[in-house]
């Protein structure tokens, strides 16, 4: 249900100039995800319609998140986030309690979030296959990256590998969502649902940093005779 984080990845990703390292791309993707409470939060409505199935049943999941979602809602607003984030959290906790009702079941408020990183996976290699990395598309002009930027191996060796991680991360995402799904284990969907919510973010501030790394490298290393590189950032 958490997936409103790959939709706001590309506009709320760092821009600080920082070295490509773990640690600088796991804190930045806390604050650009809330931080903790900003996690907490998102993943509220989930938890809510989780632990109301649990005790109650399907009826009181579904009233535990209606109760849930518009005061999650509220909260990220209060907090000045992404007002496009929070829509897509609400929309998203809609669109899952409309699929567990058509399903009867509660395992059916997982079913989209399982689907989705699908076809995330198949987006991600298709954009490698046809020569535009998906992250490249979406974060050269944030790692103010030329525009040319296919036309310089370097950083298009970046994106290409960016990407490819993003396609295994999605596809372990649904291999093991689809374990859980099958097996109707909800409360780890649930808690799978919450630990994803940082990951575009890190994926991101990883990317847009080794891009940077890349892009100060080649102005480094230009020789300063005039002539221009074949492969000279532009």
């Known amino acids: 249900m958490t997936d409103e984080a790959t939709t706001t990845t590309s506009r709320e990703a760092p821009v600080e100039e920082e070295q490509a390292t773990v640690a ?15 996690i907490a939060v998102a993943a509220a409505p989930t ?21 849930s979602a518009p005061v999650a809602f509220g909260v990220r607003l209060a907090r000045r986030e992404s007002l496009r984030a929070a829509l ?22 997982f079913l989209v979030p399982t689907l989705l990183p699908a076809g995330w996976t198949l987006v991600f290699l298709g954009s490698v296959l046809i020569g535009r990395p998906l992250t490249g598309v979406a974060l050269n002009r944030l790692a103010r990256g030329p525009r ?6 370097p950083l298009r060796r970046v994106y290409t590998t960016t990407t ?23 409360a780890a969907m649930a808690a799978m649902d919450v630990a994803v919510v940082p990951v575009p973010f890190v994926l991101a501030a990883f990317t847009v940093a080794a891009a940077r790394r890349t892009i100060g490298r080649s102005a480094a290393t230009t020789p300063a005779t005039g002539e221009r590189p074949r492969h000279q950032l532009r």
């Open 164 to 186: 490819l991680v993003a396609a295994g991360i999605c596809f372990t995402n649904f291999v093991l969502g689809g374990v859980l799904y099958l097996t109707d284990q909800l």
């Open 24 to 38: 600088t791309a796991v804190r930045q993707a806390l604050e650009r995800s809330g931080g903790w409470v900003g």
């Open 47 to 67: 938890v809510a319609f989780v632990v109301a199935n649990a005790f109650g049943g399907l009826m009181w999941a579904f009233i535990a998140l209606a109760v």
């Open 88 to 109: 897509v959290g609400l929309l998203i906790a809609a669109g899952c309690a409309l699929v567990a009702a058509l399903t009867g079941e509660a395992r059916g408020f």
């Open 148 to 153: 040319h930027w296919r036309q310089h191996p």
